[in-house]
């Protein structure tokens, strides 16, 4: 057998992975691969940084290849090894530290780096750029001794770091040259409002203003203007665009313009040699978007293989969409009408920052803006994308059709038609996987091509393909799993849990799922440990949610509020001068009543949280979990003329008895203390009336995104027999609610008769159980204010952003 040819990559990035990846799924045999990579990682999406640096995503989530996996496919990876010089005459590429690797076939996937634009004092401490892991953790850890920030450049991904600035508490103010936000992807009047959007949140925004100087001495203090005004900020990251990285091909002799030129086998003027992702130039074009740089790897993969089916590459359309948390922004090729003939059709709603626009050339789609709703999104990609001819009606496409009717037929896709973008998947492979791979629900296919996990927009799409290639879309069983990486209902997971006494989210994966861990589903994994367990639930920082993991509320701001817990709603003057000097020696921005009988501190920084905990001497109320919040009462029979039972008093034991007990979604509950129901008891997840004689429990009730009358569950007559009634549904809630399912859903899934029947009439005999276990977790409950004394993690309350990185393993 002939020994197996070596492939060097220089690069593992997005690009330089992917196209390793590719040739190992047609070839395995073919290569002895070696890879070069700067970062001291394995591969990561870099797309989502972003969500890195806002918190919403950890580090260790957005590894694609993990270490194991290059050692599991025979791959050497020289990993924080740069790649110094290729000797093509030698066929020896040579890398930083003396490592030297010949080659038979070589790759360069270098990617790009930021453009710093030219300005006095950009070397000094606190300018950054945005571009890597090690950036993201440099931007972090110094925001946590700032209190302003600046952003160079208003495109999409400095309006991503704008963002994940403001996850830090810092006042951010976005500099752009041009005179509207993302020139490259939007026209004025979508500029104008996305600028409205952003400043909205909190940002502030300055238009048309070069930046020509960075103030201080050692450390950033500000900046200059070129029309001589000026800006303080303590810190500031430069998003001004991206450079090929390709000088390393250019001193081999390859022929570089601005990346390196390749043809459309992504082949450079050296046959041995290739050159995919941002570093590589096509037909005149250099691309920044991971969709494109696929395409390419696939191509150089079909070539290397032998395994070509078409006409290779043959350049890409752009895509772009704007990740920042509460905004919703698809923008795809030409916005901005450039040919007399061009129909332009659009829709402004400034109201509600809603922007829709459509450029139509000879009846097809060449550019869109989709602001603020993207419902559309994924029909105009494949409109645009395909060039396809467009329905007479426009506005079906911005709007949907009146019944509701598919606009697109994907049966009439081509295989090489791309359905998710995000994973680069097309109709093809996805076909394939259900008709070779049996696949028979969306999740299924996903499981198999990975589409549709990321952002969802493809779902549809995929849902028309199983329609049409196996003529069904079976119930997915995923939709019964607690979560989908795990294939068991909520009972199956506790039976698993309670029988292999799994108390940590790591140690779930461990035992249930081969080590392989979901990051996106530790949150609700930690909320069902902790219901089963309570005490001796171990805590791991990774596995919770921000609220969670510092116990208050972060604002839109990424400022925190603190609200204490006051039973019942009653109050002392005591306790009221207490909370008005805390106010004061902290200057939160603001004292708010909440509708649950609190008071919020509002505009907390993270850092000051402890100190104000142990000012205040109060419980947490609870005010930002999964939990049992607080219990609204009226007056009641104490002080009213109406009052048929003594609501303070019942809702002071019901709100002391089930403080703080984690449950699937949030918990509000209320006393009132006649049927006129001043408390507004039978809107809440569980609530209580009195009546002549005794009580009524109310369950499923919400005010909220829905509004639903509760159901009665039962009428007692002690406040003894409330709590009892009470306590068995929020433990059956807690054993049986879907993650984030709201209480009236489960009262609307299992119905109330049935739950009158096995809570109140006991017919399958678990009342004494269900007692037993919330008994368990009353007398676990510990408040979480303590940790102002015993942090859980030393930098719990000092660090802006958590991220743990370990190369990816
Ligand atoms: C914050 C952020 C958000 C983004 N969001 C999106 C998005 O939403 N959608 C989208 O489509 N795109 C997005 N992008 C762009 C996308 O990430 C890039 O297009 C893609 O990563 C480019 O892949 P690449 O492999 O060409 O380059 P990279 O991913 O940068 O990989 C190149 C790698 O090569 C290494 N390298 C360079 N020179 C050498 C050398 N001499 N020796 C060894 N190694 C070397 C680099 O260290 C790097 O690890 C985003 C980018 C950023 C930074
Ligand atoms: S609910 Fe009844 S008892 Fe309570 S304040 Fe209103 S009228 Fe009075």
Same mark, same amino acid.
């Given at each position: 057998?002939?020994?197996?040819?070596?492939?060097?990559?220089?690069?593992?990035g997005m690009a330089g992975a992917k196209v390793v990846q590719e040739i190992l799924s047609r070839d395995r045999e073919r290569f002895q691969v070696v890879m070069f990579g700067a970062e001291p990682y394995g591969n990561y999406d870099r797309t989502l940084l972003s969500d890195v640096l806002t918190g919403a995503k950890d580090a260790k989530g957005i590894f694609l290849n993990s270490l194991d996996w290059y050692r599991?496919?025979? =791959? *050497?990876?020289?990993?924080?090894?740069?790649? +110094? /010089?290729i000797d093509r #005459?030698?066929?020896?590429?040579?890398?930083?530290?003396?490592?030297?690797?010949?080659?038979?076939?070589?790759i360069i996937a270098t990617g790009s780096r930021p453009f710093v634009p030219p300005m006095d004092g950009a070397e000094k401490t606190g300018v950054f750029v945005f571009r890597t892991l090690d950036d993201c953790q440099a931007i972090e850890a110094y925001a946590r001794g700032c209190r302003r920030a600046a952003v160079i450049g208003g495109g999409l991904l400095g309006l991503e770091a704008a963002r994940g600035l403001l996850s830090f508490g810092l006042q951010v103010t976005v500099i752009e040259m041009m005179p509207w936000l993302m020139t490259q992807q939007l026209d004025t009047e979508g500029g104008a409002l996305l600028r409205e959007t952003m400043e909205q949140m909190?940002?502030?925004?300055?238009?048309?203003?070069?930046?020509?100087?960075?103030?201080?001495?050692?450390? =950033? *203090?500000?900046?200059?203007?070129?029309?001589? +005004? /000026?800006?303080?900020? #303590?810190m500031v990251v430069v998003s001004c665009g991206i450079r090929p990285n390709a000088e390393l091909a250019g001193e081999s002799g390859l022929p570089v313009n601005r990346g390196i030129l390749v043809n459309d086998r992504m082949q450079t003027s050296d046959p041995d040699i290739y050159a995919v992702g941002e570093c590589a130039q096509h037909r005149g074009k250099l691309y920044g978007l991971v969709a494109p740089l696929y395409d390419q790897a696939r191509v150089a993969a079909e070539h290397l293989t032998g395994s070509s089916s078409n006409g290779g590459y043959q350049g890409s359309k752009p895509v772009s969409k704007l990740k920042v948390m509460g905004v919703q922004l698809v923008s795809i090729g030409d916005t901005i009408p450039t040919d007399p003939q061009d129909e332009v059709v659009s829709y402004i709603e400034p109201s509600r920052g809603v922007y829709k626009k459509m450029v139509i050339r000879n009846n097809q789609l060449v550019g869109t803006i989709l602001l603020g709703e993207t419902d559309t999104a994924g029909v105009l990609t494949q409109m645009f994308l395909l060039g396809a001819e467009l329905p007479e009606r426009r506005a079906d496409l911005l709007f949907g059709t009146s019944t509701g009717a598919p606009i697109l037929s994907v049966f009439d896709l081509p295989d090489h038609a791309q359905i998710c973008h995000c994973h680069g998947v097309s109709k093809g492979q996805i076909k394939e996987a259900i008709e070779f791979g049996k696949c028979r629900s969306v999740s299924q296919v996903g499981v198999h091509t990975r589409a549709g996990t990321s952002c969802g927009g493809c779902k549809k799409l995929i849902e028309q393909l199983l329609e049409v290639y196996a003529g069904e879309v079976a119930e997915d069983p995923a939709e019964h799993w607690y979560v989908p990486s795990l294939p068991m209902t909520k009972p199956e997971l506790v039976a698993a849990i309670k029988a292999k006494e799994l108390k940590s989210v790591s140690a779930v994966f461990r035992e249930l799922n081969g080590g392989q861990e979901e990051p996106g589903h530790k949150t609700a994994l930690a909320s069902l440990l902790k219901t089963i367990w309570d005490g001796e639930y171990e805590d791991e920082?990774?596995?919770r949610f921000i609220n969670d993991r510092v116990h208050a509320n972060i604002q839109k701001d990424g400022t925190f509020s603190v609200v204490p817990r006051i039973d019942g709603g009653v109050t002392s003057p005591a306790q009221l001068r207490r909370i008005a000097d805390v106010a004061e020696k902290y200057k939160v921005a603001a004292v708010k009543l909440t509708g649950g009988q609190r008071i919020a501190l509002a505009g907390a920084r993270k850092e000051q949280l402890p100190d104000i905990w142990k000012d205040l001497g109060m419980p947490s109320?609870?005010?930002?979990?999964?939990?049992?919040?607080?219990?609204?009462t009226c007056v009641g029979s104490d002080f009213c003329r109406f009052g048929l039972g003594d609501s303070i008093t019942l809702g002071i034991k019901i709100e002391q008895r089930f403080k703080g007990i984690e449950t699937p979604h949030k918990m509000k509950l209320a006393a009132s203390g006649c049927p006129r129901n001043c408390a507004e008891a039978t809107v809440k997840d569980l609530g209580v009336v009195a009546i002549e004689g005794g009580w009524q429990v109310y369950v499923g009730g919400g005010a909220g995104i829905r509004v639903r009358a509760a159901d009665l569950l039962c009428t007692v007559t002690t406040h003894e027999e409330v709590l009892k009634y009470m306590g068995r549904f929020i433990q059956y809630y807690r054993e049986h609610g879907k993650y984030l399912e709201r209480a009236y859903g489960l009262v609307e899934r299992i119905g109330i008769e049935r739950l009158r029947e096995l809570l109140v009439k006991d017919v399958e005999g678990i009342g004494a159980r269900l007692d037993a276990e919330i008994e368990r977790a009353v007398e676990a409950y510990k408040d979480p204010w303590t940790e102002a004394d015993e942090p859980v993690h030393p930098a719990q309350f000092s660090e802006p952003v958590r991220l743990e990185v370990n190369n990816g393993d």
């Open positions: 057998m002939d020994r197996p040819k070596k492939l060097v990559v220089i690069g593992n599991d496919h025979n =791959i *050497t990876l020289h990993a924080g090894v740069t790649a +110094t /010089a #005459d030698n066929k020896v590429v040579s890398g930083s530290g003396g490592v030297e690797e010949s080659y038979d076939t070589l909190g940002v502030q925004v300055l238009l048309e203003k070069t930046t020509t100087r960075v103030l201080g001495a050692e450390r =950033i *203090t500000g900046l200059t203007f070129q029309d001589g +005004t /000026a800006l303080d900020t #303590d920082r990774d596995a109320g609870h005010a930002y979990a999964k939990a049992v919040r607080s219990c609204k």
